[in-house]
């Protein structure tokens, strides 16, 4: 069956500081990964999306870049956070042939 | 554009009542719905899709869900609430081929 990870769970960090979100999945191939922001609780804002490796789409300009080093790894990163930045991000995948999405646990960061 | 509608904020039923969370959607062609509940701190967890086939959809947790084109809705039912279906509750839309759309959300609180 296939699980998808994310790390770290919780993150606090300063203004300013560099981010790094790490996603994985597990058990398929060639999965379509997704990353989102989801802020207070409610609805989610997508972020990135990747059809393969080292293909990124963006949705939102600003200041989070996404990067897919290999087939089931996707990776959320900034050069310098924002206060704004905060809120609980999630990763998720789907498969080429089916249209659902299947996602990770989340992180929650925090930027102070 | 495709676009999805959840018209309440928040629903709240008493425990052993039957549960609807409405849903309704705007896509041009075939549209392809799910929905997701989502627990304090979690990720989302798929419950059922529709893509084709019998408008009434079972899913996980005893859950349903009914789709009329003619009403372009899609809503989420269960005839007996337990106080565990306490959640956040996300309906989402898409087409072949086209990204996912979620709701805002309805949270559902089921009281004992």
């Known amino acids: 069956s296939q699980t998808i990870h994310q790390w770290p769970a919780t993150l606090v960090q300063p203004v300013g500081s560099p981010l790094s979100l790490e996603c994985t999945v597990e058990?398929?191939?060639?999965?379509?990964l997704y990353w989102y922001r989801q802020a207070a609780g409610r609805g989610l804002q997508l972020l990135f999306y990747?059809?393969?490796?080292?293909?990124i789409s963006s949705e939102v300009p600003q200041n989070l870049s996404a990067s897919r080093p290999q087939d089931r790894q996707f990776i959320l990163s900034s050069k310098k956070l924002l206060l704004s930045d905060s809120g609980f991000y999630l990763c998720a995948w789907s498969s080429g042939t089916t249209y659902e999405q299947y996602f990770g646990p989340g992180t929650r960061l925090t930027v102070t | 554009a495709q676009s999805v509608a959840q018209p309440e904020d928040q629903v709240n039923v008493a425990e052993g009542n039957p549960l609807t969370v409405k849903c309704t959607y705007s896509v041009s062609g075939n549209p392809y719905l799910f929905w997701y509940v989502q627990y304090p701190n979690r990720g989302l967890q798929f419950l059922l899709k529709?893509?084709?086939?019998?408008?009434l959809v079972k899913g996980s947790y005893g859950f349903e869900a009914e789709f009329n084109k003619s009403q372009t809705s899609f809503h989420l039912k269960k005839p007996s609430a337990l106080v565990s279906d306490s959640a956040l509750y996300f309906c989402a839309v898409t087409k072949k081929w086209d990204k996912i759309i979620f709701g805002k959300g309805t949270r559902l609180h089921i009281l004992p």
């Open positions: 058990g398929t191939s060639n999965p379509n």
């Open positions: 990747s059809v393969g490796i080292g293909q």
């Open positions: 529709y893509i084709t086939g019998d408008n």
